[in-house]
């Protein structure tokens, strides 16, 4: 009887350890998952002088700082000051085959407004866009871009629907202008009037940062 209860003992204390190996094999496991990076995705922003950084140093613009709040992905920026989306459609292609990006962020319109371009070649050149990141395997998304009032209350209405349609057309994730509750401040713009300033560029990261993670999912 006491050879059968110390055989009795001694596999129980054999599962036992096997248990144990495998709860630490477990846990080791849960660590490297817990541990592994966040999957990283290259983001491409295709804008004007609002996120070009104008009028002041390149890392002080807001898409700079967004990197450093996005860290696990790839921004890349390919804004340039007084881009229109004639000139934004001209450039896309190869800025889509360095790039490939994940997705693209469509920042334009702004200066097309300022010269009193037609809304419909406004969105025919937009529609392009989205197409051609689409095409290319990237996700969309197209930022509403506003003109100031003084072009007139119908093409500044007009000029807005554009955006609205085309996302309701296209299917892409329409995020608002960022410019709109910082253009009213003055201690936020610069002497133009037009273009933010330092102080905006960390307001722009917290609006535009959410709609990225949101249109990335």
Known sequence: MAGLFSTLSLKARSLLSRLKISVAILATI????ATLPVHADTILILGDSLS???????NEGWVEKLKAELPQHTIINASVSGETTAGG?????????SSQPDLVLIELGGNDGLRGFSTKKLKSNLTKLIEISEKSG?????SEVMVPPNYGPRY???FNQVYFDLAD???????PFFMTEIAPKSELMQRDGIHPNIKAQPIIVDFVKPWIEKALK
């Open 30 to 33: 849960s660590t490297l998952f």
């Open 52 to 58: 070009a950084s104008y009028g002041m140093d390149k």
């Open 89 to 97: 459609l001209r450039r896309l292609p190869a800025v889509l085959k």
């Open 138 to 142: 990237a996700k969309v998304l197209l």
């Open 156 to 158: 500044s209405k007009s």
């Open 169 to 175: 057309k296209k299917n892409v994730m329409l995020m």
